[in-house]
């Protein structure tokens, strides 16, 4: 490969940057099963001198910061913060992963810089995914092949980070092809590029239903997110509207999902007092219309716990009036008399909004962040509604895109998973597409039907196997839906062992690492060639 113009490589990084996007721009990512290529072949140009990696750590920092550009540019419309901190973040991890590959493969074995940038590129995955708060899964590669759900039924035993592996191992066997042009390289990339599929495609036509089902619903009352909006939309009070649309829920139902903050935008609720709890029960008797009713209504909303004089938690406020005290974002489990029977608090937070990254630091400076409602309480319990011996998950909106923490209500015996969603913030952009998409892969590494409630776009209702069951509610749309849905207790590989390959991997990185220094100092020392 000969050296090229800074336009040809400039064009090498536009084509990357299109083919990462793909997966979160066009519904399919089977395009990211090359769109390292690019990068690659620009760093095969370079030499190993600090200059020439320095340059190649400018064309590869270009690519994934447009990467981010555009396919997260949608964070900007709630919280301008939000694009910028996750691109930095994302792109400084991606790095660690590319630039050491191009380091070692000027300096090392070949195969060993291979298995560098893919181990690396997943541990600086999982890390992103796993933090408490500096974390932001979007652009995971593994969350890109969610509109090919046909092609990742293996989700089941590896989890998204089976769909980076498959991603990147691609990438270098398609690559070997171009550099070296041997038949070997071809047949190895033609393994890892079909056998997946393969597999896939036959779990996909084996599957075996359970046999049981239970009847949800899911209302989408398209409340706008924003108070200007809401005015202008007439629906300062949609009590009226989310009454309406209950009233066309079957009685048959077992449960019903109303979206997240449903409640916090009747006028008549706000945020609840959990020590209190029992004061909303006149509106949800008002929502049943006070007609008795099997079907249970789980519904988002705003709670606090008070703590008095001293701060119980670390995301505790104080306020003079009502001392320390946490602010919630919330699952209820509520029934025709108007009790609420249980409460689930989010335990996945979404950062810059609900959960504040280097809080101690911020409040120091008394840095406002903006944001909806700042540093929320954290859920520390998964927590399983049940009704007539149904088993169903309370997922709120964000926590859809962390596999390993959605195993969480498998494990506790979900048999169904519920998630309740506010998507309005981002307008009608690619977020909340995406967001449901995610909950494909969800359905398939749990191997459990999905209920989704949004509050605008999209609502429904997906199978066990990612396919989408009946119709949806889309953006800007407003009504009530009711599916079939099977119901699960099996666990998958995943479910009982979350994201191994991660685990492996970093593992795996460590001891590369540890291997690459050795090598090094052999071959100062005239032991190796």
């Known amino acids: 490969m000969q050296r090229g113009s800074s336009l040809h490589k400039f064009l090498l990084v536009i084509l ?15 395009t990211l099963l090359v769109a390292l290529i690019p990068l690659l072949i620009i760093s095969e140009n370079y030499t190993s001198s600090t200059r020439d990696w320095w340059r190649m750590c400018g064309w590869a920092a270009l690519t994934f910061l447009l990467w981010y550009a555009a396919t997260i540019w949608w964070v900007w419309i709630a919280a301008p913060i939000g694009p910028i901190a996750a691109g930095i973040v994302g792109t400084f991890y991606n790095l660690c992963a590319f630039m050491t590959y191009h380091y070692v493969s ?30 932001f899964p979007w652009l995971l590669l593994g969350n890109g092949f969610s509109g090919d759900v046909w092609a990742v039924q293996w989700y089941e035993y590896t ?31 033609a393994i890892f590029i079909v056998a997946p599929i393969i597999l896939s495609l036959t779990l996909l036509y084996t599957y075996t239903p359970s046999g049981r089902h239970a ?14 909006e809401r005015m202008a939309a007439d629906k300062l009070d949609p009590t009226a509207d989310v009454e309406r649309l209950m009233g066309e829920v079957p009685a048959t139902s077992t449960f019903v999902l109303m979206p997240e903050s449903a409640m916090a935008y009747l006028p008549r609720v706000g945020s609840i007092n959990e020590a209190n709890i029992e004061s909303i029960a006149p509106v949800i008797r008002d929502i049943y219309d006070n007609k008795p009713s099997a079907t249970k209504a789980i519904a988002g909303a705003s709670t606090m716990r008070y703590y008095g004089d001293m701060p119980a938690t670390e995301t505790a406020r104080y306020s003079d009036i009502y001392g320390w005290y946490d602010y919630f974002n919330s699952a209820l489990l509520c029934n025709s008399g108007g009790a609420v029977e249980d409460i689930y608090h989010k335990g996945r937070l979404v950062i810059g909004v609900e959960a504040v990254p280097l809080k101690e630091l911020f409040d120091l400076f008394e840095v406002d962040l903006g944001g909806v409602a700042g ?12 009704n007539n011996g149904v088993r169903i998950a309370p997922a709120i909106c964000y926590e859809g895109l962390y596999g390993e923490f959605m195993t969480g209500f ?17 307008g009608n952009t690619p977020g909340h597409k995406r967001l449901f998409d995610f909950c494909r892969l969800r359905a398939i590494e749990c191997r459990r039907a999905i209920a989704r409630s949004a509050n605008t776009g ?44 991660a685990r492996i991997a970093t593992y795996i990185a460590v001891l590369s690492l540890l291997y690459y220094v050795a090598y090094r100092i052999r071959k100062r020392n005239h032991l190796v060639d």
Do not use: H
Not at 109 to 122: D, S
Not at 375 to 386: C, M, R, S
């Open 159 to 189: 989890g998204i980070f089976g769909g980076t592996l498959w991603a990147l191992c691609s990438n270098v066997a398609i690559f070997e092809i171009l550099r070296t042009r041997t038949t070997t390289a071809k047949v190895r990339a």
């Open 16 to 30: 990357s940057v299109a083919l990462l996007s793909a997966g979160w721009l066009v519904g399919t990512g089977l």
């Open 410 to 426: 498998a494990n506790k015996g979900a048999e169904v998973i519920g998630v309740i969603s506010n998507d309005g913030w981002w």
């Open 458 to 501: 999209i609502s429904g209702f997906i199978s066990p196997i990612g396919t989408t069951i009946g119709d949806r509610l889309t953006w800007d749309e407003e009504g009530t839906l009711t599916a079939q849905l099977e119901l699960r207790s099996d666990k998958t590989i995943y479910v009982l062992y979350g994201d191994w390959i």
């Open 375 to 386: 540093q929320l309480g954290w859920g520390k319990e998964f927590k399983i509604f049940e």
């Open 215 to 228: 009847q949800i619903s899911v209302i989408q009352p398209n409340v706008p997110c924003y108070p200007e």
């Open 106 to 135: 000027k300096r090392g074995p070949r195969a060993l810089a291979y298995t560098l940038l893919i181990a690396i590129w997943i541990a600086t995955e999982w890390a992103y995914n796993s933090a408490d708060v500096m974390t």
